[in-house]
């Protein structure tokens, strides 16, 4: 199978280190979803990474599509989002303000970094950051235990707050959210997130 997509998507990451952690094999298509847009366009019609294409020549596109069936062909066992009940629903949550905050933090980066200057609403800047900080703030409210086994609420949480980093430094800095530091230190040291660690972060500026 065919990972297509950078690593510095956090979305494409989540994949790739779940992919990993599963004990799948796949090849890594690292076309940029910018520079490289028709050709990703043919995979992807939506023109969004990641998008992993199987054996078989499907094309499976959005990462919680890929999630899900990477867990459904590992099967509840091994799955990385728990089947049901309270645990599914809690690491639904997690996952979902984990998305939410690469959302916000992203369409803040888009707009500071791809719209050009005179174009550019700080209003809206500020509005999308102020969303992105609300869910790490939640997310820094959950209980997560020191050393506790590696979930997609942790693998995604883990995915975000790099990219955020990376993307918006201002805005999660080290030590805002100390449980948060030590979920993604924790995460980074695993070989799974340090073989997919983006080493930088690149969008076409406006
Ligand atoms: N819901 C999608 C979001 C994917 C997404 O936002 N991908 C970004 C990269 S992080 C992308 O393709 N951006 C280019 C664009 O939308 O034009 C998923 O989970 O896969």
Not at 53 to 81: C, K, M, Q, Y
Request: glycine content about 6%; overall charge negative; charged content about 25%.
């Amino acid at each position: 199978m065919i990972l297509v997509g950078q690593y510095d998507s956090p979305y494409v990451r989540r994949v790739a280190v779940s992919l990993r952690v599963l004990g799948f094999d796949y090849q890594h298509d690292t076309r940029s979803v910018f520079g490289d847009f028709d050709a990703i366009q043919r995979i992807n019609p939506a023109g969004r990474i990641p998008a992993l294409v199987l054996d078989d020549g499907e094309a499976l596109v959005d990462s919680a599509a890929i999630l899900d069936w990477l867990d459904e062909t590992v099967g509840p066992e091994r799955a990385l989002v728990p089947p049901r009940g309270i645990e599914r629903r809690t690491v639904l949550r997690r996952i979902a303000l984990a998305c939410g905050a690469i959302d916000k933090i992203g369409a803040a980066t888009y707009e500071r970094l791809m719209r050009p200057e005179a174009l550019r609403w700080p209003e809206w800047i500020a509005r999308c950051r102020t969303q992105g900080l609300g869910a790490f703030s939640a997310l820094a409210a959950e209980s997560w235990p020191a050393n506790s086994a590696l979930d997609q609420a942790k693998i995604t949480t883990a995915c975000a707050l790099f990219y955020a980093r990376m993307a918006d430094p201002e805005t999660v800095p080290p030590g805002r959210f100390p449980v948060l530091d030590r979920l993604s230190a924790e995460c980074e040291e695993l070989p799974e997130f340090a073989a997919t660690r983006p080493t930088e972060y690149v969008l076409p500026r406006g």
